[in-house]
Every structure is written in structure tokens, then in C-alpha cells.
């Protein structure tokens, strides 16, 4: 098959969907690989470095959407690069399309077959998913106590604390794999964590990262008063496919603390927090009622070369997988289509 790989256009994307490595396992298996010129350049990745893997350095988005049948790529297509779609791609991408409306009649229109890495389910995980999300926890605890700094317009307030001074509070909405990773960075900054879960089974996990992790059951009461008292609040809530559902209201944020921080992993598919809306590394946050909000939506994009790695290596099987023959029959890969000649298949967004 050939395989296209473009250069990403989101702002500040800087990842690659497929590194050298995972290239030459393609080419090993006879499959064409196109890689526009520069695609893997913020991840460290030069042209040089993927032509020795097998692949053929294409100039121009035009020419390799012209040229490919399979494209893989991070993120949802930008306006620019719908134009360049066709009724016979195959393309395989985060979509996030609860949350983007417009992209989704757009995909329908165009007539092609969309397969999204967020949906694609194994045993009941989400293997494409996983590592971006672990990703982005990590992230959303350095940046939430960076954005506490006082001349990032926070509070003041230093998470672990020092002898003598409060701990910093941290409440964390969500106690999958960014929860959890959420959890487990500011945990060892020394702030006190609350975790708020469904499943007492990963609330157990969560208090088994050390003593200053509580696991609560997402009761909106304790929710709500527990927000109130944040000086950093971390919204990781994930329905696959799905939108977001609401968790933290206005009226909450409302009675934050001034300078307090949200920052909201789960905006890709809507936001759990009422008052977050998507940001980008260009304009990252905005204040609501004085408290700082921050809803990047490709925050793994902050560290391409880490996010790049971590996204081929569980990608190149489904990748393999999607090129021969037949695919549709592997249940891991039928959950992840969402569109298909112009029909909505995924039941969250019917």
C-alpha cells in the first residue's frame, strides 16, 4: 500500500505520526512510504534519516495526498488539508469528532473512510490513546504549578510547599491513564492530591501513589466543595468517542480562589469544566472570573521527539494491519472508524 505521512499544520504541532524506525518496518513489509519534506523535523527527525529508512521525501502536502492511499497523520485535518482529501483515503488520525461538528460533516461529504486512534479499542483499552494521554497528565501538572507563579497571573503558590507553609491543593477530575499520570507528577512535587473516580478499583490505584493522594468517589457534592478549595484543578474525564460531559459549572469556578489554575485535558472532546473552551500553544490561556484557564489541545505536541516515540511504536501494528486486505474485519480497528462513505458509524456521535 502506499502510506502517506505529512508535515503537521496545526499551531505549534511538532510531532510526526511515524518515526524513522517504524518507517523501515513498513518499507520491510513492501509497503510504499511517502514523508512530506520537513514532517518529522521538531521531533529531531531529518529527510536524510527517512530516506535511508526506505521512504521517498515528498516537497508538497498537494503531492503526497495526491499520491498516497492510506494517510497518517497526528492530528484532525486542518481547512487546508480537507481540500486535499478524496472519497478513496483511508485516513487514520486523533479526530476527537464529538467536539468538532463541523470537521464531521465535512469528513461525511468528502466520502471517505476515517479511522480515529482514539476509538480504536483492544480488550477493552485504548492503546493509541494511552501514551498521548500519559503524556498530556504529566504536562498538566508542570504547567498547572508553573502557571501558579505569581507573574503568570496565578496565586503565588509553590505546590510541595516548604517547612512551615500549606501545600499546594490539587484536584484532579478523572483517575484513567492522564488522571493517574496527573496525579503521579504532582504527587512528587509535594502537593496534596485529591482524585475524583467512579471506579473504586482505580481510586485504589491512586491512593497507592504515596500518602498525599486521596481517592474520593465523584460525588458532584464533593466535587464541588472540594474545586472551591483548589489551587489547581485538572479535568481528565474520557468517554471514548464521546463528548465530555460537564462535571465543574460556572458557578463553581466562580468561587475558585483568585489566581487558581484549570487546566483541562479532556477539551479535545469538549471540556469537563463549563468554562473551558480550546486553546492553542500560540494563546494558551485565558482568565475567567480571575482564575487562569488553560485548554491546549494538542499538549503532547509540546514535546514532539517524547510524543513522536511513544505514539509509532503501538501505531506501526495497526498501521500494518490497516494496509492489507480485509481490515475491517479486526474488532480493534472496526471501533475505530467513525465515518465511512459519508456514514456516521461510531455510536457516540449518532
Given amino acids: 500500500m502506499k502510506i502517506g505521512i505529512p508535515l503537521e499544520i496545526k499551531a505549534r504541532e511538532g ?44 516537497d508538497s502536502a498537494d503531492e503526497l495526498y495526491a499520491a498516497a492511499q492510506l494517510i497518517v497523520k ?13 472519497p478513496d483515503h483511508l485516513l487514520f488520525s486523533y479526530l476527537h469528532l464529538a467536539a468538532e461538528p463541523e470537521l464531521t460533516r465535512a469528513l461525511q461529504e468528502i466520502g471517505l473512510t476515517a479511522v480515529a486512534f482514539e476509538t480504536v479499542s483492544e480488550s477493552g483499552t485504548l492503546p493509541l490513546l494511552a501514551p498521548m494521554s ?22 503565588g503558590v509553590l505546590l510541595g510547599g516548604v517547612p512551615a507553609t500549606e501545600r499546594g491543593q490539587v484536584v484532579i477530575l478523572g483517575a484513567g491513564v492522564a488522571g493517574t499520570s496527573a496525579a503521579r507528577m504532582a504527587a512528587g512535587m509535594g502537593a496534596q492530591v485529591t482524585v ?19 481517592g474520593r468517589h465523584a460525588f458532584a457534592s464533593a466535587i464541588e466543595t472540594a474545586v ?55 494563546a494558551p490561556t485565558f482568565l ?5 484557564h488553560y485548554g491546549v489541545t494538542n499538549m503532547p505536541g509540546a514535546v514532539p521527539r517524547t510524543a513522536s516515540q511513544a505514539l509509532s511504536a503501538p501505531l506501526l501494528p495497526y498501521i500494518l494491519r490497516l494496509a492489507e486486505p480485509g481490515w475491517e474485519a479486526q474488532p480493534a480497528l472496526a471501533a475505530g472508524i467513525n465515518v465511512r462513505a459519508g456514514e456516521l458509524l461510531l455510536a457516540a456521535l449518532q
Fill in 288 to 292: 475567567w472570573e480571575d482564575v487562569v
Fill in 15 to 58: 510531532r510526526v505520526a511515524l518515526i524513522p524506525d517504524a518507517v523501515a518496518e513498513l518499507v520491510r513489509h513492501r509497503h510504499t512510504v511517502f514523508v512530506e519534506h520537513n514532517a518529522g523535523r521538531c521531533s529531531g527527525y531529518t529527510d536524510e534519516a527517512y530516506r535511508q529508512a526506505g521512504a521517498q521525501i515528498i
Fill in 74 to 86: 497526528v492530528k484532525e485535518p486542518q481547512p487546508a488539508e480537507l481540500a486535499l482529501l478524496r
Fill in 196 to 214: 475524583f473516580d467512579r471506579n473504586p478499583d482505580k481510586l485504589q490505584q491512586a491512593r497507592l501513589i504515596g500518602p498525599n493522594v486521596t
Fill in 134 to 155: 500519559d503524556i498530556a497528565g504529566r504536562i498538566a501538572s508542570q504547567t498547572g504549578s508553573n502557571l501558579l507563579y505569581q507573574h503568570h497571573g496565578g496565586r
Fill in 228 to 282: 472551591q478549595h483548589a489551587d489547581l484543578l485538572i479535568g481528565a474525564i474520557l468517554i471514548p468517542g464521546a463528548r465530555a460531559p460537564h462535571l465543574v459549572s460556572a458557578e463553581t469556578v466562580r468561587r475558585m480562589p483568585q489566581g487558581s489554575v484549570i487546566i483541562d485535558i479532556s477539551v479535545d472532546q469538549g471540556g469537563c469544566i463549563e468554562t473551558t473552551r480550546p486553546t492553542s500553544y500560540e
